[in-house]
């Protein structure tokens, strides 16, 4: 039996590749003789390089940068043969970056993902792709473009502080991008749009530390930003507010689509990069999985993209998580033929599941793999 193992990473708990490294050691003490893929994989979120690293290749450069609240933090840049360069936005903008009672939307700023699009440009890259996911920020892209020298203005013409809840007094921009004529694209892990009730503020502020009262106050500032946007910066697409993909990474993708760059979705470029297609034709069953397998993961996240794919050939899927709260009849049509949750595994909530599953999640994917071995493998 072929089994092809392309999980996202557990996020806060285990990176892709020990999610993949554990659900195969207990598949392995069941049947150790079937044949197992592994592709951990990643959206446009945090693992975004690593991952396409080990695919294409390339050198990775390290770049010191900034995190959500300026301090200083480790950035790095994928730079491959071809002439592109490859930056994930969390290691700058990241929500795991910031501490539980930091998180506040209204004063984060993507500021740093600057320095990274900035050592991409200054190392001669042509086309720079920007994972957006797993952001702490809301800020529009706003402090990307300070960054890269378009500073956003008051009305009096003074530069606004950072963050996005200042973006409610923007009236002007001043100065043109240091992209020297680089292509950008975004690769999303959502597809939202920047605006309204499934934008960026509305549907992702709140995990990122908004109150109800903070996201109505930064979906208006981002209105009123997307406005001056398209008025002062040249080239800006029309109906910014509304195009998919504008609101990933609170709003960055947004902030790339106004510079002239385009959004494509992470999922699709990664499992191009990594040749997952003719895995998946391959196989006799793919397991993936996910921190948390919800309501947002069908917008566009790993867990979709393999499901879905999977489907399209018929292949079974079956999906491994921390925490499962989609329903059945909705994951089925997104082609997920069965969700474990490791909560559940080690008895449910109520039993202390959650806090084994937190602190033993390795142990848990091992078990689950050994379960799964059990169920399949023939
Ligand atoms: N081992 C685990 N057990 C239970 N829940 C987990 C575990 N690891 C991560 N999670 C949950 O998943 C959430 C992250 O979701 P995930 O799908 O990995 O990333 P994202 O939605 O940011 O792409 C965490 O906030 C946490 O609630
Ligand atoms: O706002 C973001 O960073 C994402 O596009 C959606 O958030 P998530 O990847 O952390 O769920």
Redesign the pocket.
């Known amino acids: 039996m072929r089994v092809l193992l392309c999980p ?7 990176p892709a590749q020990e999610v993949a490294a554990a659900v195969a050691e207990g598949w392995r003490e069941v049947a150790d003789g079937d044949d197992l893929l592994i592709r951990p994989l990643a ?1 446009g ?2 693992g975004f390089v690593a991952v396409l690293a080990e695919a294409l290749g390339g050198r990775r450069v390290p770049v010191p940068t900034v995190d959500p609240l300026g301090r200083p933090t480790d950035g790095e840049i994928l730079v491959t043969d071809d002439g592109t360069a490859y930056l994930e936005s969390a290691q700058a903008c990241g ?1 795991h970056l910031l501490a539980a009672a930091e998180r506040d939307p209204k004063a984060t700023t993507s500021y740093g993902l600057g320095a990274l699009v900035t050592a991409a440009v200054e190392h001669g890259a042509r086309t720079v792709v920007i994972g957006l ?2 952001s702490g920020t809301n800020d529009g892209g706003a402090g990307l473009l300070t960054a890269l020298g378009v500073t956003p203005l008051d009305e009096a013409g003074r530069a606004l502080p950072y963050g996005g809840a200042a973006l409610a007094a923007v009236a002007g921009l001043d100065g043109a991008p240091r992209l020297r004529g680089v292509t950008l694209v975004a690769a999303t ?1 959502v597809d939202n749009p920047l605006l309204g009730l499934h934008g960026a503020s509305n549907v992702y502020g709140p ?1 990122k530390g908004a109150t109800r009262e903070d996201v109505l106050l930064l979906d208006a500032a981002l209105e009123r930003f997307a406005g001056v946007l398209e008025k002062d910066l040249p080239g800006c697409p029309p109906g910014l507010g509304a195009l998919p993909g504008g609101g990933a990474a609170g709003g960055l993708g947004a902030a790339i689509l106004a510079l002239g760059g385009r959004c494509a979705s992470g999922i699709g470029l990664v499992t191009e990069a990594i040749g997952l297609p003719a895995a998946l034709d391959a196989a006799d069953l793919v397991i993936t999985g ?5 309501h ?2 069908l917008r566009g ?3 979709a993209g393999v499901a879905g794919a999977a489907r399209d050939r018929g292949v079974p899927c079956v999906v491994l ?3 499962v709260s989609t329903g059945r009849r909705e994951a089925a049509s997104a082609g997920v033929t069965d969700a474990y ?3 559940e595994h080690f008895g449910g909530e109520e039993r202390g599941g ?1 806090d084994a ?5 390795a142990e ?1 994917l091992r078990q689950l793999g050994a379960r799964l071995a059990r169920q399949w493998s023939r």
């Open positions: 996202d990473k557990f996020a806060g708990t285990l959206d979120g945090p929500l996911g797993g892990d995990q996910e921190g948390s397998f919800d947002q993961s996240k790993v867990v998580a921390g925490q949750s490791l909560v959650l599953a937190l602190s033993r999640p848990g």
